[in-house]
């Protein structure tokens, strides 16, 4: 065991799904004499009941490591990048103030940034919201990506064409703002020290834990957990009822697909969203990646995190146990 200074920097874990993330950050966690805590930065986490389809970390998986802004919303309720980011700096000076280590673990890459950077958000304008709201439901998302590429065609890039509500807010933005919706994004700065490391799968490996994934989630019955959401509301809400997985479910209870095609789309569709996530946060020179390939565990994956904190905290590193 090696003694120095406690780690006081964020460990940010990120990556596409499938990547590994939440497994890691259990593992690293155990690795930390001063304890740390995990905070989430998955937005469709965020939902009470969507478990098997998000793929959400259960209490036998957290190995006893405190996880926070997991189960804090309705799915009626839309997710909100700006309240996120009062709530994850709040669980970050609560864990720093315990003298943990504040583990933020997501591959919702605007959440990430929300969390760590100096990021400030336009604000608002309820009728001009509302009437791309209705233009969407009127028209539907494929036809405002092809507005907001008109408009914006780096947004549209970043955006994907199904995500009605991002669509809505960048097309709100550059509206109110006169700029493109990326230039509400300042150059990336941390506001507190913080440490990016990034998991690297190989794409044929990535698409195939994703296949794999989806394959797990049907027989874990995710159907019945979009049968019982849907009596709870799920249709209603902004965010939930467009997630990846739960649209396609739903759209097959509606009788407009078959379960088969609604699983096998889902899978496509979560493989596109990964590239769009790796290369998000591939943009990102702050991010340092660790290969994750098929046949590293999760204790050997964080024992490289750890190396990589170690040498990148602004901070010196904290007393950790070695392996065994």
Known sequence: MSQSSAITAVVAIVGPTASGKSDVAVALAQLLDQGAEAVNADALQFYRGMDVGTAKTTAAQMR????HLLDVLDVTEPADVAGFQQQARAAFAQITGRGRVPLL??????????????????????????????????????????????????????????????????LEVGELTGRPFAASLPRPRHVR????????????QLDARIDARVGRMRAAGLT????????????????????????QVLAALDGLTTEDEAYELTARLTRRFARKQESWFRRDDRVHWVRAPDGRSADELAQEVLAVVTAHAPFPAGPVASAP
């Open 64 to 67: 006893g490591v405190p996880h």
């Open 105 to 170: 673990v997501g591959g919702s890459g605007l959440y990430v940034r929300a969390a760590l950077d100096d990021l400030r958000f336009p604000g608002t304008d309820p009728a001009v919201r509302s009437r791309y709201e209705d233009d969407l439901a009127r028209r539907g998302p494929a036809a405002l990506h092809s507005l907001l590429a008109e408009r914006d065609p780096a947004a549209a890039q970043a955006i994907l064409p199904s995500n009605g509500r991002r669509i809505v807010r960048a």
């Open 193 to 204: 020290p913080a440490v990016q490391v990034g998991l690297a799968v190989p794409r044929e």
């Open 224 to 247: 019945e957990e979009v049968r019982a959401l849907a009596g709870r509301g799920l249709r209603e809400g902004l965010t939930a009822s467009r997630a990846l997985g739960y649209a």
